[in-house]
C-alpha cells in the first residue's frame, strides 16, 4: 500500500468520528500537502528521517507555511501513523519521537488609546450591528462565538452569555466556503460567562430589532463572519487604526483583564480555553504598564529611613 493510497482510507474511517469542518480540514491538507509529497512511496519504506526532511525543506521552507498550519499537518501525519502502527500495516511509527514547537507569536492588542477611538465610534454610529464589536471587546468572546448567540442565550436579569454554538465556514474545496453553524470545537468552550451590566443597555437595544440572533441580518438570520470581519476591517480603516484581525479584540479583553489584576484560572474559564496552562501560555507577557506596578508596589515596602539606619 502506498503513502497516499493509505491516507484515502485513513481520511474515509474518520468520517463521522470527527466534525465536519474538522473533516474538511483534514481532507484539504491531505490533498494539498501531504498526498503530493508522499505520492507512490510505499508505506512502510516511510522513515523518520524522510518524514523530519519533509517538515524542515517541505512545510517549514518551500510551502512558507505558518507555525499553526505546520502544526496541524503534523498533527495528522502522526495520528494517521499512529492507527497504522496499531494495525500493523507498519510495524514503527516514524513519526513517534517527532516534536514541533510552536513559536510564541506576539498578541496583537489594540491600544487603550485605540480601544477608546473604537468604543466612541461605534457608541456615536447608532448602528445596531457593530454593537456586537463592543459585547466582544468586553467579553473575549470569538467571532463565532459572538455571531451564534440568540436570545435564548442572553440572561439580561443576571447578566450572563450561555456559549454553546459557533458559526464558521466550511471548506468545501479550493477557494470556495459554506457558512455552518456548530458546535464549540472543544468541552470547554460551552460555557456560560457572566458580562459587564453596562452591556445590558446594548442588548436591550439589539432585542428591540426582532432578530432570532443578538447581531442578525436584516432578515433576522446570522450574519457570516467573512462579512462580519470586512466590515470590522473597515471599521478601522475609516478610524485610520492599523489592521489587526477580529481576534485581536479577544486578545484586547484578554490584556485588560491581566491588568486589572484577573487570575489565569478564572481568565482560562471566561476565554473558555481547555486550561489555564493555555492562557498562561498565550497571556504571561507583562505589559510596560504591570512592570510599572510590580514595581512600585514591591517599592512602597521600602521606606527611605531604611537607609539612613543601616548607615
Not at 31 to 53: L, Y
Not at 228 to 252: A, E, M, N, W
Request: proline content about 3%.
Amino acid at each position: 500500500m502506498t503513502t497516499d493510497e493509505y491516507f484515502n482510507q485513513w481520511l474515509k474511517e474518520q468520517e463521522g468520528k470527527i466534525k465536519t469542518r474538522t473533516h474538511n480540514r483534514y481532507d484539504e491538507l491531505i490533498a494539498t500537502h501531504i498526498k503530493p509529497s508522499f505520492d507512490g512511496v510505499p508505506i512502510r519504506k516511510v522513515t523518520k528521517e524522510m518524514v523530519e526532511r519533509y517538515i524542515s525543506e517541505y512545510l517549514q521552507c518551500q510551502a512558507g507555511l505558518a507555525d499553526n498550519s505546520v502544526l496541524q499537518i503534523v498533527g495528522v501525519i502522526k495520528r494517521a501513523f499512529k492507527q497504522a502502527t496499531s494495525r500493523g500495516i507498519i510495524k514503527t511509527n516514524p513519526t513517534l519521537d517527532i516534536t514541533l514547537k510552536h513559536r510564541q507569536k506576539k498578541i496583537d492588542a489594540f491600544t487603550e488609546r485605540e480601544q477608546k477611538k473604537l468604543e466612541r465610534f461605534i457608541m456615536k454610529s447608532g448602528r445596531a450591528r457593530n454593537y456586537g464589536i463592543l459585547i466582544a471587546l468586553y467579553t473575549g468572546l470569538r467571532i463565532g462565538e459572538l455571531l451564534a448567540l440568540t436570545w435564548d442565550d442572553v440572561d439580561m436579569r443576571n447578566a450572563t452569555l450561555s456559549i454553546s454554538k459557533t458559526v464558521g465556514n466550511l471548506r468545501i474545496s479550493k477557494g470556495e466556503k459554506n457558512p455552518y453553524l456548530g458546535t464549540p470545537k472543544t468541552a470547554a468552550g460551552v460555557r456560560v460567562i457572566p458580562y459587564p451590566k453596562q452591556l445590558t443597555p446594548l442588548f436591550r437595544l439589539l432585542k428591540s430589532t426582532g432578530g432570532e440572533y443578538v447581531i442578525s441580518t436584516i432578515k433576522g438570520g446570522y450574519v457570516q463572519v467573512n462579512s462580519y470581519q470586512k466590515s470590522f476591517g473597515k471599521i478601522l480603516k475609516y478610524l485610520k487604526i492599523s489592521h489587526k484581525g477580529f481576534h485581536s479584540l479577544r486578545h484586547t479583553y484578554a490584556t485588560r483583564a491581566l491588568e486589572s489584576g484577573a487570575d489565569m484560572k478564572t481568565l482560562s474559564e471566561m476565554l473558555g480555553h481547555s486550561s489555564p496552562t493555555v492562557t498562561l501560555a498565550r497571556y504571561a507577557h507583562s505589559t510596560e504598564k504591570q512592570k510599572l506596578k510590580l514595581t512600585q508596589q514591591v517599592g512602597s515596602r521600602l521606606k527611605r529611613t531604611d537607609f539612613y539606619l543601616e548607615m
